[in-house]
């Protein structure tokens, strides 16, 4: 699926709203009493052909509604009476028990585009994340499929043990601009996470077991978490915003969630700043959450939450040669704080449950 630009996503048709039909006609007092009708009461009549005309006829009265065109002779109709205020009642028109064809003027609400899901995709990486640790990607190929666009993929991998903040950069800019873009431009694409997620789908579906449709199941809600991050940026970046987020493997360490976001400038106010979020829930560190953010002035103010109190203390400990190295890159270190805790508006993450699975909204 080609993920379009600003103008595109915008362009999407919408699901069309549900409109109620008050078709009804009123009925005097005496004639209720007649019917026996009761306040609320659904009744049912006849469509019948009376002088040439389809019309309603309940225990031998006859009503001039205006039906709808898909309603026939012979359908039985249901209807809803009401007492009005002024002592009259009406016969509101409720459903046909059969259709002679499709209504014109209710047409059927159009299926919802994959694009027009994926505008409401829940933001976050659970699963992607969980692809990304070290060997899981590799077991779930089955045994005699070829390699090659796997090897390739984690070839991509940065070193956790090795980083450096070229590389990192270099890594970032790099996917900044998605697939869809690079190939809008005539630009060949090799080895995006998309397009590997989609091969390891295709060779999922040639098994048929239990196991296989859970990997299945993940991998396509990890495709899913992957291109509605990248409609959410579109999104965004069309009102001015900035809010792009990535996940970096690792070969040798947990993967780690980055997002970059700013709000848009407005004018003759100061500029936002620049927030750089990053989150791991590493196997040696613990879960562990990273607020930069980053000023006009160059000054930096950085917040950091970590469940383990060995980590929180390391942190702290040291703070000094952090700030060294913010100002040997001409920056300069604002605010530095630690919590031994996890971030107050952080989400505990969830398995993702079953499509269709019963919500408790009360919690």
């Known amino acids: 699926m080609a993920i379009l630009g600003p103008e595109g996503v915008h362009q999407i048709p919408r699901v069309a709203p549900v409109h109620l039909d008050m078709r009804q006609v009123y009925v005097e007092a005496a004639v209720a009493r007649q019917l026996g009708l009761h306040d609320g009461q659904v009744v049912q009549a006849t469509a019948a052909l009376r002088h040439d005309q389809l019309k309603l006829v309940l225990n031998e009265h006859v009503f001039n509604l205006p039906l709808s065109p898909y309603i026939k002779e012979g359908d039985l109709v249901q209807l809803r009476a009401h007492l009005l205020p002024t002592g009259q009642w009406s016969l509101q028109l ?12 209710n047409p059927a609400p159009a299926q919802p585009s994959r694009l027009n899901t994926l505008l409401f995709q829940p933001s976050g990486f659970a699963n992607w994340l969980g692809l990304l640790r070290p060997g ?10 070829s390699q090659g666009l796997l090897e390739r993929f984690n070839a991509q991998r940065l070193s956790m043990a090795s980083l ?28 995006d996470p998309k397009v590997l997620l989609r091969w390891l789908l295709n060779a999922q579906a040639s098994e048929d077991t239990q196991e296989t449709q859970a990997n299945s199941d993940m991998l396509q809600h990890a495709l899913d978490e992957l291109e509605g991050a990248q409609v959410q ?23 780690l969630e980055m997002q970059f976001e700013r709000q848009g400038h407005k004018p003759g106010q100061p500029h936002n700043p620049m927030v750089v979020n990053m989150h791991t829930h590493s196997r040696s560190l613990g879960e562990v959450w990273l607020k930069t953010t980053i000023r006009q002035n160059a000054q930096v103010d950085l917040t950091m939450w970590a469940v383990k109190e060995e980590v929180a203390s390391l942190a702290r400990f040291n703070a000094s040669e952090l700030t060294y190295e913010l100002e040997s890159a001409g920056l300069v270190m604002g605010s530095f704080q630690v919590f031994n805790a996890r971030r107050p508006d952080s989400q505990p993450m969830r ?6 699975a019963l919500i408790d909204t009360r919690v």
Not at 94 to 105: C, E, I, K, N, R
Not at 136 to 145: H, K, N, S, T, W
């Open 233 to 255: 940026a579109v999104q965004d970046l069309h009102k001015g915003d900035v809010n792009f987020s990535l996940v970096i493997p690792f070969a040798d360490a947990d993967p």
């Open 351 to 356: 398995e993702p449950v079953d499509h269709g």
């Open 164 to 191: 450096q903040p070229q590389t990192l950069k270099r890594w970032v800019l790099k996917h900044t601009k998605s697939a869809e873009a690079n190939l809008a431009e005539g630009v060949t694409v090799q080895d």
């Open 94 to 105: 409720l459903h046909s028990g059969s259709f002679a064809g499709h209504d014109p003027l």
């Open 136 to 145: 899981v990607l590799e077991a779930l190929l089955p045994a005699g499929q």
